[in-house]
């Protein structure tokens, strides 16, 4: 089992910049891929970003290309989601999400362990 706590979210104006940061615990070594999700009011959770943990090999959603970037820091059990130029709609709950299966890493059924969510709001 694996426990994410992730945090970093805020109230922000269209244009700023937040990092999201999310630290797992438990069993670890088990985590394949880590990922960032959101979800907005009346709509499906969705895959922003995720990153492999041992080669660092990233995806984005096509709407988030070029602002925001995943990182890690494997030592720490860390990952980061750097949003740059935030727009309104991107407001929504996000959630940090792990991993242990060896491929895929896009749906919400390929994550097993799941942050508590933390709240970014984009006025304009």
């Known amino acids: 089992q694996v426990q994410l706590v992730d945090s970093g979210g805020g109230l922000v104006q269209a244009g700023d910049s937040l990092r999201l940061s999310c630290y797992a615990s438990?069993?670890?070594?088990?985590?394949?891929?880590m990922g960032w999700f959101r979800q907005a009011p009346g709509k499906d959770r969705e895959l922003v970003a995720s990153?492999?943990?041992?080669?660092?090999?990233?995806t984005y959603a096509d709407s988030v290309k070029g602002r925001f970037t995943i990182s890690k820091d494997n030592a720490k059990n860390m990952v980061y989601l750097q949003m740059d130029s935030l727009k309104p709609e991107d407001t929504a709950v996000y959630l940090c999400?792990?991993?242990?299966?060896?491929?895929?890493?896009?749906?919400?059924?390929?994550?097993?362990?799941w942050g508590q969510g933390t709240q970014v709001t984009v006025s304009s």
């Open positions: 999400a792990a991993s242990s299966r060896l491929f895929g890493f896009q749906r919400v059924a390929d994550f097993g362990s």
């Open positions: 438990g069993n670890t070594q088990a985590i394949s891929a």
């Open positions: 990153i492999t943990w041992i080669t660092g090999s990233t």
